[in-house]
């Protein structure tokens, strides 16, 4: 069917694309692709890093994350405690007990890496994005912050085959 | 002898009618670039975003008029009074209906033509008194267009001068009602074109917006100017877009006069057809400004020289050797 | 879509015919040349072998200590290697052709008489690792402010930053509160 | 219309010249480093006579990160995080050479599935970044609608890239010998495999259609424009001995009429599977750039569907040591960045880190050849010259 309609001129095909995205626009059929923001909140992706999450109980303070971060933006500090013998009469255990954790999200560039890296499945990707300061010094999140963004971790999505 | 209230009223109601008729058109040109481009426009002002003209009025106020130091203040101050008083002038002479009008020159379309072409000077001394480079090129490339263009809108309109024999604005409409068809249609066809297309080229839209081509010249002869300086440029270009608009409708389209109405109730619907008519080219030149990229300037001057001109002389042979035949 | 990969064989016996100290490692051929006679041999390639189109030149500062990354395996008399590299553009042939000269007052001919292309490389190297390139249109700074002083690409050239900041993954968990029977109060 | 237009105007140099020589100094001209159109901080120090440009001369380095410095502390995986913010409008095709690159030098393979899926990825990126190069080039050129046309476009295929990789510009997905495994390496996140997203393939058939009709809507609202013809036509032309003596590679090269692809000398990614077309311009205008750009944004959707169909199933990383050291060697891979020829020389002595890493960008040389092809075109013509040249700052700074 397109070769059956005489050609228009150029700039009047043009005019009509932009006619008929006005039509488009103001009927309430087509899809929006706008999201208004403040009012209307995005859906993002389920595997979208917005921010890292840390569960508290499961870091082992192994410095590994803060090792491997290519921005030096993690901060650990912990020191070992002795833990009640797990079978009666046993050996009191040390454990590392974690006093510092701060990421500097101001510093960080989301490469994921220390999430990857963690042996021990304390960091987590969340997609929640919306923890802008007003100034830098705010943008470093201690661990009881971190740890409110476990909430948000999503759930495992199903893959493709 | 005329008594200072007339014309004080006739003043207030032409200024009135030019500042509303900028902001609708304003309204016009954004929100319908808006909804061609998928996107809403302005929304958080009010009414759904339709009274943001309002709220740009009151921010320009409230900016800080800065004059840059070493510009030649005299003429940076007035330049934008240059191009308001051109416009403003135009508003004069356009009726509404038979008795609705300004003051009905006989010498209508003369006294148009001249006032359109002060803004030239305004633009050319906001270019040059801004020392700054980039407003310098816009200003002389302003120049250089309007007044290339200056001569196919004249000639085109000698065209209908001939065609209804009189200069009176009122009395070319009332030609057309008398033909019962307007000019547009009957012989004026290529005028119209030519009149839009060197009305385009005068209100510096896009086709033909070099002065302030924006990704060359930061905001050409514009740059400079910031607060109620930049307001007036601002309004005065979006009434220049509606009193041109104005002007084409009259001189081209039969005015305040639908070929079907009876004549009689002319000065009821009068003023309603006229706007109508008005904003349907207002919505052309919209629909025109956000699908044409922009010329460069040798191809601009080619276009008004090699081909509007000879264009418009050839329709005013035409028109005058019909005029003779009938 | 037929798949012409680079370097075919028929092109790389006639390289080595002409060139003996070609390597072929890692599917990249790389042919090591004497200074004296780099323009010569640059602009040979591009005439006998169809090289016409200039890739890139670059340096590269083999140093035995250094201040930023670890040394080289092997100590390294210390030299600047200058590699450039040419490919054609129909088949993809891809050739490295690298020179060294020695660190103190380096100077090399400039290619631009056989590739104009290669202005902005050799400035870049002279802004970088500070090496002269003989009859150069114009060699002045490109990336870096006019009253700069120093190479930055030279491995002695240390990373300030670096040193500023201490690294966050030196600090390890402290021993045992109680490690002394003492101090346990 | 056309021919009575541009018959008072040569081709390439506008004839707009004074007729007597009044004796003028030129007026220097900064196109600084905060201008609408340069594509980021470049400055370029223009002599300007009137309207038309006697001499320019860049100046680079206002995004000058040291790349190659930086590359010289850090290990491979901490490289290759890095490595996608050189050219950021196409951010996962920066990473494949560099990957390519370390698996040579460690003589290890990517399994068939990863490979499809960074192919699929690379030309995602390709499209978006002529999405991007398509808006902004018809804004460059006065037309003010198509930026936001092509930026809804370009939305759809950015989710589709954060549906997988969990970031829209900053990919990160690749690793070395594959594509990233697992969200972690923890009990837990080690079953979170990071395969593709349910629903993967049929968003990306709906997302491919609504790509080609955008391509033709592209080519219907800019290309067929006369003005826009009238203003790219004949302008800024580079002939092919001055792209390939100059280095300039990707669609400038082809819209000058040399029919060269690295897609097809890429082995470590299976173009050789699909079928398309490479588009080639005949006389290197910035008609051609253009149009050359919107053809392969059609054969990139096609090749994406293709691969789509074909995707093998398997694992998606081969054994990798867990602390990454790279053999003693040299070797410098090339593949097809949306700008041009990407290439990565990696110069390792067996350290975590290389010794040294030379980053071949495409931008660096395709602007290179700005000063020789600006003589004497007109204020205009340099900003529809720049744009046609579609660089990114990034890219050229490194």
């Known amino acids: 069917m397109k070769n059956f309609r005489p050609k228009l001129p150029g700039f009047l095909t043009g005019m009509k694309i932009l006619l008929f995205n006005m039509f488009k626009t103001l009927s309430p059929f087509s899809p929006n692709p706008n999201v208004n923001y403040p009012f209307e909140k ?120 | ?203 510096m839209r896009v086709p033909f917006d070099m002065p302030i081509g924006e990704s060359e010249l930061v905001s050409g002869f514009l740059t400079e100017y910031s607060g109620v300086r930049f307001l007036i440029f601002y309004i005065a270009e979006y009434m220049n877009m509606f009193i041109m608009c104005a002007i084409a409708s009259t001189l081209f389209l039969g005015g305040y006069h639908v070929p079907l109405l009876p004549v009689e109730w002319v000065n009821f619907y009068g003023p309603v057809v006229l706007i109508t008519k008005t904003f349907l080219l207002g919505f052309i030149l919209v629909l025109v400004r956000w699908s044409f990229p922009r010329f460069r300037e040798d191809q601009l001057q080619n276009l008004a020289w090699k081909i509007l001109i000879p264009l418009s002389l050839l329709n005013i042979l035409i028109t005058s050797i019909m005029k003779v035949v009938f | 879509m037929k798949m012409n990969l680079s370097n075919s064989p028929e092109f790389v016996e006639s390289l080595t015919s002409a060139f003996p100290t070609l390597e072929n490692k890692f599917d990249t051929l790389k042919i090591t040349v004497k200074s004296s006679e780099w323009v010569e041999k640059v602009s040979q390639l591009k005439d006998e072998f169809n090289l016409t189109y200039f890739s890139w030149l670059s340096a590269i500062d083999w140093e035995n200590e250094v201040s930023v990354g670890d040394p080289p395996k092997e100590p390294v008399t210390s030299h600047f290697e200058i590699v450039c590299c040419l490919s054609d553009s129909l088949e993809g042939n891809l050739v490295l052709i690298s020179t060294d000269i020695e660190k103190e007052d380096a100077k090399i001919p400039s290619l631009v008489k056989v590739f104009a292309g290669s202005n902005w490389h050799e400035r870049e190297a002279y802004e ?45 968990v402290e021993g045992m509160p109680d490690d002394g029977a003492e101090e346990n109060s | ?248 590679s990707g669609p400038i090269l082809r819209a000058s009429g040399v029919k060269f692809d690295l897609r097809t000398q890429t082995d470590f990614l299976p173009y050789d599977k699909f079928e398309y077309e490479i588009p080639t311009g005949e006389n290197g205008d910035c008609y051609d750039r253009w149009y050359v750009r919107l053809v392969e944004m059609r054969e990139s959707a096609k090749i994406i569907l293709q691969a789509i169909d074909s995707m093998p199933s398997g694992p998606l990383q081969t054994k990798v040591p867990k602390v990454i050291k790279v053999p003693k060697g040299q070797s410098y891979v090339r593949t097809e960045n949306p700008k041009g020829e990407m290439g990565y020389y990696i110069i390792s002595e067996g350290g975590l880190g290389p010794y040294r890493l030379k980053i071949r960008t495409p931008s660096f040389s395709n602007i290179s050849i700005l000063p020789v092809l600006l003589e004497g075109q007109l204020l205009p013509d340099l900003i529809a010259i720049m744009g046609s040249l579609d660089f990114v700052l990034g890219d050229v700074d490194r």
Request: charged share 20%.
């Open chain 2, 1 to 203: 002898m005329i008594d200072g209230s007339e014309i004080l009223v006739k003043a207030g109601i032409v200024l009135a009618f030019a500042l509303n008729g900028a902001v609708i058109f304003t309204i016009l040109d954004v929100k319908g670039a808006s909804w061609m481009q998928r996107r809403p426009g302005p929304l958080h002002v009010g009414l759904r975003g339709f009274i943001f003209p309002l709220a740009e009025i009151i921010k320009f106020f409230q900016k800080e008029d800065i004059t840059p130091k070493n510009v030649d203040t005299a003429v940076f101050k007035w330049a934008p009074a240059y191009v308001l008083a051109s416009v403003f002038g135009l508003f004069v002479v356009v009726p509404i209906s038979p008795t609705l009008v300004g003051s009905d020159l006989d010498l209508g379309v003369f006294y148009l033509l001249a006032i359109s072409s002060l803004s030239t000077l305004g633009v050319l001394t906001a270019g040059w008194s801004s020392a700054n480079k980039y407003s310098l090129m816009g200003g002389i490339r302003a120049a250089g267009q309007l007044i290339a263009y200056e001569l196919p809108l004249i000639l085109s309109v000698v065209g209908v001068v001939i065609q209804a024999e009189t200069m009176s604005l009122v009395g070319i409409v009332e030609k057309q009602i008398e033909w019962g068809l307007p000019f547009a249609i009957s012989g004026q066809g290529i005028a119209f074109i030519i009149f839009m297309i060197a009305a385009t080229a005068e209100m």
């Open chain 1, 42 to 161: 995005e859906i993002v992706a389920p595997r979208a890093r917005g921010v890292i999450a840390l569960d508290q109980e499961a870091c082992t303070s192994c410095m590994l994350c803060a090792r491997q971060c290519p921005d030096w933006c993690i901060y650990i500090e912990g020191h070992k405690e002795l833990q009640p013998p797990t079978k009666p009469g046993g050996r009191q255990r040390s454990r590392a007990v974690l006093d510092r954790f701060d990421i500097d999200y101001a510093l960080c560039m989301y490469c994921g890496i220390c999430v990857e890296v963690c042996p021990f499945d304390a960091l987590f990707w969340t997609p929640e994005y919306e923890y802008s300061e007003y100034n830098m010094g705010d943008m470093l999140h201690d661990k009881t912050r971190l740890d409110q963004w476990l909430k948000t971790v999503p759930e495992i999505e199903g893959l493709e085959s």
């Open chain 3, 128 to 172: 970088m690792f500070g090496i002269e390139f003989i009859n150069h249109p114009n060699l002045t700074k490109m990336y870096l402010p006019d009253d700069y002083e120093g190479n930055p690409m030279l491995k002695s050239f240390e990373l300030i930053s670096r040193e500023v900041k201490p690294w966050p993954g030196e600090v390890d």
């Open chain 4, 1 to 248: 219309m056309d021919e009575i237009l541009n018959s008072g105007n040569i081709p390439y140099v506008s004839e707009a010249s004074v007729s007597v020589e009044i004796e003028t100094e030129d007026m220097t001209l900064n196109i600084g480093p905060q201008h609408p159109s340069t594509h980021g901080v470049l400055r370029l120090v223009a002599k300007v006579d009137g309207e038309k440009i006697s001499s320019v001369e860049p100046v680079l380095g206002y995004m000058h990160r040291g790349y190659e410095k930086l590359a010289e502390v850090r290990t491979y995986p901490q490289i290759t995080t890095l490595v996608n913010r050189i050219d950021w409008v196409s951010g996962f095709a920066n990473e494949i050479p560099f990957i390519a690159a370390t698996e040579k030098l460690m003589e290890i393979e990517a399994p068939e599935r990863a490979k499809h899926i960074r192919l699929i990825l690379t030309e995602m990126a390709r499209i978006a970044s002529h999405f991007v190069f398509n808006g902004a080039y018809a804004l460059e050129i006065g037309a003010l609608t198509p930026i936001f046309l092509a930026m809804e476009d370009r939305e759809r295929i950015l989710d589709l890239i954060e549906s997988v990789t969990g970031g829209r510009f900053h990919p990160n997905f690749n690793r070395i010998g594959g594509i990233k495994p697992a969200a972690g390496s923890g009990p837990t996140t080690k079953k979170n495999v990071q395969d593709l997203p349910s629903g993967f393939y049929q968003e990306t058939r709906d997302a491919m259609e609504k790509v080609l009709e955008a391509v033709e809507r592209m080519e219907d609202l800019v290309g067929g424009n006369e003005v826009f013809k009238m203003r790219t036509k004949g302008v800024g032309i580079i002939s092919k001995e001055l792209a390939e003596e100059y280095g300039v």
